[in-house]
C-alpha cells in the first residue's frame, strides 16, 4: 500500500473501520503506526561492498539507513546521493570515526558539515562509532537520536532504552537469514523495533563481520513477507517512537467540555512527524480544525502543532 499524507505507510487490515461514535475519553497512540512491531536495517561505515551490493539492497524496495564515515574516500562515491534520493537516510558517524575515548563535537560537525555541503540534506541520526559511549553526551544536543551497539534486543514503545546511546544487533560473520529472523520473530512478538547495524559484506576484507548478501537479502525479504512489521529508517521510526513518548507526558487541561493533550518535543526532533492515535468517540482538532478519520482505524496528529484537542 502507498503511504499516507502523513508519509506513514498503510498498516495491516482492509480499513473500511467506522469513526467512533462513542463517548469521548482518552486518547490511544497506535504503536508503530499501527504494525506489530518495526525494524530498521542500518548500514555503517560507507564500505565498498554497501556500494557495490547497493543495486540488490534497493531492488528489495525498502528504505535503509546508511551513517558514513565522511573521513573516508568511499564517503564522496555517487551511490549516497542515490541513495538520498531514492528515500533512505544518510547519518552521521563522524569523520574519524574515533572511538578511542577522545570524542568530540568537532568530529561529529565535521562529518554533519560534510553530509549538508555533498548532499544538501540534514543528518537527523547519528551512530558512534564503535558504539563508544564518550558519544552519547555529546550527541544529545546534536540528534534526536544516537544508535550504540548494545544491547542486543527490541527497543519497546514504553521501554527504557536511551535515545542517546539506542541498542541494536550487530550479525555476526556470515550470519544466516535464519538468525535474522529469529531476531525478527522475537521483536515481532514482543511488539518491538529491531534495529540492526551491518558493515559489509562477504569477500569486503574492510568490513567487521560481513555478511552474505544473498542471506541478508532473503532475510529482509522474509521481514517483507510478514506483512505487519514496519521496515522503516532510522529517523522515521525513531521519531514516532520519540513522539510517542512526548505524548505519553502530555499535560492535559479542561475547559467546558473540551479535553487539550500538550507535549514538548525532544530537542533536534525532526519535523513534519505525525502519531497515529484511536478515540472512543468525539471530535479530535488540532489548530481549531478538526482532522480526517482514516477508516483504517485512526487519526493521524501532527506532531509540530504541539497539541490536540478532543470535542464532544
Known amino acids: 500500500m502507498p503511504p499516507a499524507a502523513s508519509g506513514l505507510p498503510t498498516p495491516p487490515g482492509a480499513g473500511g473501520v467506522p469513526k467512533p461514535s462513542g463517548t469521548p475519553g482518552a486518547i490511544t497512540v497506535l504503536n508503530w503506526a499501527g504494525f506489530k512491531g ?12 554497501q556500494i557495490q551490493n547497493y543495486p540488490a539492497l534497493q531492488a528489495l524496495g525498502v528504505p535503509f539507513t546508511f551513517y558514513l564515515w ?12 542515490t541513495a538520498l534520493k531514492d528515500g533512505h537516510e544518510i547519518g552521521n558517524h563522524t569523520m574519524s570515526h574515533d572511538s578511542s575515548g577522545h570524542c568530540t563535537a568537532a568530529d561529529i560537525n565535521s562529518a554533519t558539515t560534510f553530509i549538508q555541503t555533498k548532499l544538501n540534506t540534514k543528518a537527523w541520526t547519528m551512530a558512534a562509532p564503535n558504539g563508544s559511549s564518550c558519544f552519547a553526551p555529546l550527541s544529545k544536543g546534536l540528534f534526536f537520536i544516537n544508535r ?3 544491547p542486543s534486543q527490541p527497543v519497546l514503545p514504553n521501554g527504557n532504552s536511551d535515545p542517546s546511546s539506542l541498542n541494536c544487533y ?35 576484507g574492510s568490513a567487521y563481520q560481513p555478511v552474505d548478501i544473498a542471506q541478508m537479502t532473503a532475510a529482509i525479504s522474509y521481514t517483507k513477507s510478514l506483512g505487519d512489521m514496519w521496515i522503516g529508517t532510522m529517523v522515521t521510526v525513531g521519531a514516532y517512537w520519540l513522539g510517542q513518548k512526548a505524548f505519553a507526558s502530555a499535560m492535559t487541561a479542561t475547559s467546558g467540555t473540551d479535553k487539550t493533550w500538550t507535549w514538548t518535543l525532544p530537542g533536534q526532533f525532526p519535523t513534519g512527524k505525525f502519531l497515529r492515535v484511536k478515540v472512543d468517540g468525539g471530535t479530535l482538532k488540532q489548530k481549531g480544525v478538526a482532522l480526517a478519520w482514516d477508516p483504517h482505524g485512526y487519526y493521524e496528529i501532527a506532531l509540530d502543532a504541539g497539541s490536540v484537542t478532543l470535542s464532544p
Open 38 to 49: 518495526a525494524v530498521t536495517y542500518s548500514f555503517d561505515d560507507d564500505n565498498t561492498s
Open 170 to 204: 550487530i550479525p555476526g560473520t556470515g550470519q544466516q537469514a535464519s538468525v535474522f529472523k529469529t531476531n525478527v520473530d522475537d521483536g515481532r512478538s514482543k511488539g518491538g523495533w529491531v534495529i540492526y547495524v551491518v558493515h559489509g559484506f562477504t569477500g569486503d
Open 70 to 81: 565522511t573521513g573516508k574516500t568511499e564517503a564522496s562515491n555517487s551511490i549516497w546521493a
Open 148 to 150: 550504540g551497539v548494545q
